[in-house]
């Protein structure tokens, strides 16, 4: 029997990457995208609700946080989005974009010593999404991303806290090269698929596409009417974010809240 | 890690007389020459402000998050505070540990598998022990010190949708934490000490179970 209900399923779609990867860029074009055609759908950022954020903001800056509270309190902040944003739209049958998912903490908080099975559990609540792109870039187009967009590495951000060493950039590289390690073979179990994120935004930008296309299946999701949509637009045009692309093809005012 | 210090645990629910309790038995570890850290929920540096500040907010929270940042909250004075004092020989008093955290939300539906996860690989406590008095004592005392008009929607279990009328309310969710409260210390073999006599009498009731795990740290009187 066909209920009238949404059915509930939703679509989850998730991207992953190391910094520089070009992940929020395209998962903010996939974002416009699906608003385009109408699809119901909530965009949200790792590390960004708003009571926890503040919270880890202080953890950071005081360099208070250790493995252990780097992972929870990371895990209450996506928490406080499932249970707030995503499972209430997904709920509904709508379409949820989250740009970092729990692969992000695997990847993070395992690079810190956190032992895998403890951060699945930590996170079981949030089953995997219907489909996670991993963004793939070199090293170096990565580094260099994220080297030309600020002038020094954040203390959590380059792994300063685990006291690998004293050169920032040496323990970036280090903690980016355990991340791409777990990463790496979390896409090789078929938890995640690959796109080659060394290419220009546009050509990403297709390849996500059609991989989307060919692989989730929109017919079910209701969309909003199109004269349901104008509020809508009007609203989204008052806080359309400032964004600019350089030259040399990569965002240079981020809208992601991505690490501190 | 070798512990040489000691972790002592007093757990129950509000108004059963554990935040007094704990102060009583610092202050005697202490008068015997015992150094003393304490352990409290929400009250870490790292997140209690957060907390306070925002505890109409917390509460608005889903189960899952607020887990989550009672998780942090104890992990944050595990590894500045607890863990550096146990392992200097202090003897930790625990105003609550893991125990209340799970116990409410697990009386909520989170799952208590999940819930035992996330602490897991705390420190294990030397000693448990459950204060435990009645719903509608604990209601009384409530009354007495606070008012009436502080019962709370979190602390009522008004969440629960069981009645409107926060007192009623009150009483159904003291009953479900006590049996939880029962079971664990059933489970566990941790020992049950009812707050219903003296405050004296009680520290006394206390003190029988905590004596035997501190006594060779003690500093015998040379007279």
């Known amino acids: 029997m066909k209920s009238k209900e949404p059915s509930g399923a939703g679509i989850l779609i998730a991207v992953e990457g190391l910094d520089g990867s070009g992940k929020s860029t395209q998962a903010h074009l996939l974002v416009q995208w699906l608003r385009a055609l109408g699809a119901p759908v909530h965009h949200t950022e790792w590390n960004s609700s708003p009571m926890v954020k503040s919270a880890t903001k202080e953890g950071k800056k005081n360099q208070r946080l250790v493995p252990e509270t780097f992972h929870y309190i990371h895990a209450a902040d996506f928490a406080d989005r499932w249970e707030r944003q995503i499972q209430p739209l997904l709920a509904v049958g709508g379409v949820v974009i989250c740009d970092r998912y729990k692969f992000t903490a695997m990847a993070r908080d395992g690079a810190r010593g956190i032992n895998k099975e403890r951060i699945e559990m930590t996170y079981s609540f949030a089953r995997d999404p219907d489909l996670t792109l991993y963004f793939e870039v070199d090293p170096e187009v990565s580094l260099s991303r994220i080297m030309k967009g600020r002038p ?19 323990s970036y590289k280090k903690l980016q090269g355990r991340m791409r390690e777990i990463y790496g073979k979390i896409a090789d179990s078929g938890r995640m698929v690959k796109i080659d994120s060394n290419l220009g935004i546009a050509e990403i930008q297709k390849n996500v596409r059609k991989i989307i296309s060919d692989s989730i299946d929109l017919s079910n999701v209701t969309l909003i009417e199109a004269d349901d949509r104008r509020a809508e637009i009007h609203h989204y045009d008052d806080s359309t974010r400032m964004r600019y692309i350089s030259p040399e093809g990569y965002t240079v005012l981020r809208h992601g809240v991505d690490e501190d | 890690m070798k512990i040489s210090g000691r972790l002592i645990v007093l757990e129950g629910p509000d108004g059963v007389g554990r935040t007094s309790h704990a102060r009583l038995l610092s202050q005697r570890l202490e008068a015997q020459g015992v150094a003393t850290a304490n352990f409290g929920l929400a009250r870490s540096a790292l997140i209690s402000e957060h ?33 550096p004092a146990l392992d200097a020989g202090f003897v930790v008093v625990a105003d609550r540990f893991s125990f209340t955290p799970i116990i409410r939300e697990s009386v909520r539906g989170t799952s208590k598998d999940w819930l035992n996860g996330l602490y897991a690989s705390a420190p294990d406590p030397d000693i448990v022990i459950v204060l435990d008095a ?13 008012g009436i008009a502080e019962l709370k929607g979190y602390e009522s279990g008004m969440d629960l949708g069981h009645s409107n009328i926060p007192t009623v309310s009150f009483i159904h969710y003291q009953k479900l934490l006590r049996n939880k409260f029962k079971q664990l210390a059933k489970e566990n073999s941790f020992p049950i000490v009812s707050t219903k006599g003296t405050f004296e009498y009680t520290h006394e009731e206390i003190w029988k179970h905590v004596e035997p795990v501190v006594t060779d740290l003690i500093v015998k009187s040379t007279s």
Do not use: C
């Open chain 2, 51 to 83: 907390i306070e500040a925002n505890s109409g907010q917390l509460h608005n929270f889903g189960p899952r998050t607020r887990a989550l940042l009672y998780a942090t909250d104890m992990w944050d004075q595990v590894v500045h505070h607890i863990q």
């Open chain 2, 134 to 146: 009645g719903p509608r004592r604990i209601l009384h005392r409530v009354i007495y010190t606070d």
């Open chain 1, 152 to 170: 020094n590495l954040k203390y959590y951000e380059s792994g300063m806290d685990m006291g690998w060493t004293d050169d920032p950039i040496e």
